[in-house]
Nanobody, 121 residues
């Protein structure tokens, strides 16, 4: 079994920064694909950033140049560094990890519980 715990959300003023963390624990053999999504008030969930096992990143146009996705493989933790935050970044942020568990022949998607980010003065 695998468990994901997110942290790092909160209230920040426009122009500020936050770093979200997504820590995975349990029967993990490898983490193959990592993503951050967000869902703003009254909006559909949208993909924000992705990171492959090989280190390739991709970002939604709305966050390019401001957000950075990264990982600490030793800690099985994925981060989302968010700079120059704007009110429109307000949302619940979710991590999604594609994980291969030890002893299983296939990967599965796991979701974090979500963390609220509010950008407001």
């Amino acid at each position: 079994q695998v468990h994901l715990v997110e942290s790092g959300g909160g209230l920040v003023q426009p122009g500020g920064s936050l770093r979200l963390s997504c820590a995975a624990s349990g029967n993990i053999f490898s983490i193959n694909f990592m993503s951050w999504y967000r869902q703003g008030p009254g909006k559909q969930r949208e993909l924000v950033a992705t990171l492959t096992r090989g280190g390739t990143t991709d970002y939604a146009d709305s966050v390019k140049g401001r957000f950075t996705i990264s990982r600490d493989s030793a800690k099985n933790t994925v981060y989302l560094q968010m700079n120059s935050l704007k009110p429109e970044d307000t949302a619940v942020y979710y991590c999604n990890l594609e994980i291969l568990e030890r002893g299983r022949p296939y990967r599965e998607d796991y979701w974090g519980q979500g963390t609220q980010v509010t950008v407001s003065s």
